[in-house]
């Protein structure tokens, strides 16, 4: 209760020299240039996912911190858990065979996405300094109901849900099935606007061969839409949120990389 507050990222780095790393915990749209301002004044960064809002600010934040020389990390919970361990384990040491194929979903957003207006500007309350909440971003009139959770869906402030759960559940398939850059990507989405991101989309990519891992597909869906569910599934287990279809059998797993499962389930015994 007696620590310092500070409603400007840069005042607080300017006055307390003291400070060896920033945590960012802040909307997606101001991650870049807190942890800009932050490698360039000498400080650590951990700044939880996405890294950045675009490509161009995570490109960015790359170079600078080479340049810098500062610690980095990007905080995306589920990366170091046995669940996630295991799932790479299993993958690279070909217990589903050669996997060509892996579904990822997610339920979000639940939170406003789609064909929406903007609400109508409002009176800012006094204990909010919105003008450095809104940073890079442009110059909107403030409304309650585009801060805090719902920011996610402004395609001002957020990254949507794939912004939101996708760094989490892409990030044991790509460490398992050691994927770099797709040669090709195919999106589509249901209805948006210029204000808010769609409600549903349904994203794939295709990856070339790795060393002895052969092409594959990843496709990534959210607002709810699952991937068709596997004949092999047994009825008393429900799809989670990572399927990965090997040519001698299927894993599946969580968000965050959790409790991986074999399909079918006696597979393991």
């Known amino acids: 209760p007696k620590a310092k507050k500070y409603t400007d990222f840069r005042e607080m780095i300017d006055k307390e020299k003291e400070i060896d ?15 800009a301002y932050a490698m360039k004044a000498g400080k650590h960064v951990f700044v939880e996912k996405p ?15 080479k340049q ?77 109901e585009m801060l805090h959770f719902a920011w996610r869906g402004l395609w ?5 849900a794939m912004g939101d759960m996708g760094a989490h559940t892409f990030d044991a398939p790509i460490w398992a099935l050691n994927l770099g850059m797709p040669t090709k990507i195919q999106a589509t989405s249901t209805p948006y606007n210029k204000d808010y991101l769609p409600q549903s989309e349904c994203v794939t990519y295709e990856f070339p061969a790795r060393g002895n891992m052969p092409p594959v597909k990843v496709t990534w869906s959210d607002g709810g839409i699952k991937p068709a569910r596997p004949a092999e599934l047994e009825a008393n287990r429900q799809l989670r949120e990572a399927l ?13 990389g959790a409790e991986p499962q074999l399909i079918p389930e006696r597979r393991g015994s």
């Open 244 to 256: 990965y279809i090997g040519d001698k059998g299927l894993i599946m797993h969580g968000t965050h």
């Open 156 to 160: 001002d402030y957020g990254t949507g």
């Open 51 to 65: 890294m950045a809002k675009t490509i161009y600010e995570t490109r960015f934040l790359r170079d600078l911190a």
């Open 68 to 144: 810098t020389g500062v610690v980095t990390q990007m905080g995306n919970q589920g990366h170091n858990i046995e669940g996630t361990m295991q799932t790479v384990e299993w993958i690279q040491g070909g217990v589903i065979g050669d996997v060509r194929e892996v579904h990822l979903w997610t339920n979000r957003p639940m939170w406003r996405q789609g064909y929406f207006d903007r609400p109508a500007g409002v009176d800012i309350p006094s204990n909010l300094n919105y003008d450095v909440w809104l940073g890079p971003a442009p110059d909107k009139p403030y409304n309650p």
């Open 21 to 35: 790393a920033v945590l960012i915990g802040t909307p997606d749209h101001t991650h870049a240039v807190i942890a």
